[in-house]
């Protein structure tokens, strides 16, 4: 009979079929001797039995093929079943077995993280689509949180970008990664692969939810591919997110004057994340894009993806006459067109096809606009948010941590946005 719960250790926990390939690559990374928390995954399998106990495995399929109306009656009826509902016992007991001795083994707070069978693939990562809860503690909260990741399968965001991909939740199913929170003092990303032929790491205090949404400018370090340091551009990493103990959980709080322009990462700590980066490239296959926590133990890998990347573009020598901003760069394209400047959510249903868009934060939010817009502009983020993935996915250029972008642009001015080389200009 097939296990539901598998841990990281064991070689069935390398099925991306069964597990999803973020959990499968988790798994993979551990197997190869590269450092990665503790942790099990959960067989794509259970979330089926628990469509099936609910009893909207139909509504599931047939949302595919209804009409419109028909279909988001369906849908809605699917998730507020998974989040509504309680897990059936044949799913529920193994999981809740596994996490108490996740919890015996480690005195930590409890990481959940969606592992849908067709993301962190080439072509498709759904980078932030899904779901991710940090810091869990009950079993109320962590049961709860194995149900979101599953809704999360049918979320209007997850939905529209599947769209966009020509697939639909009823083809796919769902795993969920348990891993306990690592207490970093410093997290980021890093891509085993720039458009010049290096490598860059990016990093931040504390975890690394707000680098991924874009709310800071992360430390930027450059390597050779031979792992011999490059340029260093320290971020503005005003705020952080951690836990002061266990049994509390994550809380943003300010940092101290004296760390925002700090490094985060030592010469030695990034000589090592370059190892760990052409390791994982060679275990992949592929160029990757991965994430990192630093704890007081050393560096542990939390995420390895395959990395889409570009050859730069050479602009028209005109706009080398005008106005340019540095930032760091999502690492693909060359767009250009009239600057549409937001600094608030609530105005994206004023951003035109082919307009560039220039605003504050490059969060998740913006994934719906990225099909209609010749390119990015922000103040916040770095190369290895969950957004500028998006971007290099689509082939959008993006350059984000750029400061001052959404007062120092005029509005409806003609910009250009060199995604590779990270900077942004427009016309006088």
């Known amino acids: 009979m097939t296990r539901l719960v598998v841990s990281l250790n064991d070689r069935e926990a390398v099925d991306a079929g069964r ?9 993979a990374l551990g197997h190869a001797g590269l450092p990665i928390p503790d942790g099990f995954c959960l067989d794509a399998e259970a979330y089926r039995l628990q469509l099936a106990a609910l009893g909207v495995d139909d509504s599931a399929r047939e949302s595919q093929s209804a009409e419109t109306a028909t279909a988001r009656r369906l849908v809605a009826d699917v998730r507020l079943a998974l989040f509504e509902q309680p897990i059936t016992s044949e799913v529920r007991e193994p999981l809740l077995k596994a996490w108490r001795a996740l919890m015996e083994r480690n005195d930590a707070l409890t990481v959940v993280r969606s592992s ?22 009950t079993e109320t909260d962590f049961l709860t949180a194995v149900s979101a990741c599953w809704g999360a399968l049918w979320s209007t965001r997850a939905l529209r970008y599947m769209e966009s991909h020509n697939a639909h939740p009823a083809e796919t199913a769902m795993g969920v990664l348990v891993q306990p929170l690592v207490d970093a003092k410093a997290s980021g990303g890093g891509m085993s692969l720039t458009a010049d032929g290096g490598m860059i790491v990016s990093g931040t ?3 690394g939810s707000a680098l991924a949404q874009g709310e800071v400018v992360p430390d930027r370090y450059e390597l050779s591919r031979d792992g011999k340091i490059g340029e260093i551009l320290t971020g503005r990493k005003d705020h952080s997110v951690g836990c002061a103990s266990v049994g509390e959980e994550p809380t943003t709080v300010a940092v101290a004057q004296e760390f925002i322009s700090e490094r985060c990462l030592d010469d030695s700590e990034l000589i090592e994340l370059g190892a760990m980066l052409r390791q994982a490239e060679d275990l992949l296959g592929v160029p990757v894009e991965i994430e990192w926590a630093l704890d007081s133990a050393g560096i542990k890998l939390l995420q390895a993806r395959p990395l889409h990347m570009e050859p730069a573009a050479v602009p028209d020598e005109i706009w080398l006459r005008h106005p340019g901003l540095k930032g760091h760069p999502a690492g693909v394209g060359w767009g250009t067109g009239p600057a549409c400047v937001i600094n608030c959510e609530c105005q994206l249903s004023t951003v035109a096809p082919g307009d560039i868009l220039i605003t504050t934060v490059a969060g998740p939010a913006l994934s719906q606009v990225l099909p209609r817009v010749a390119g990015v502009v922000a103040e916040l983020g770095g190369s290895t948010s969950h957004l500028a993935s998006l971007a290099r996915e689509r082939g959008i250029p993006m350059v984000l941590g750029v ?5 120092k642009i005029p509005e409806g001015r003609q910009v250009a946005v060199d995604g590779v080389a990270g900077v942004v200009r427009w016309m006088r």
């Open 19 to 27: 597990f999803g390939p973020k959990a499968a690559n988790q798994a």
């Open 116 to 137: 849908a069978l067709m993301e962190d693939r080439e072509g498709s990562s759904f980078a932030g689509q899904f779901e991710s809860f940090l810091g869990l503690e």
């Open 205 to 207: 205090w504390g975890l």
């Open 403 to 407: 400061l001052n972008a959404t007062t």
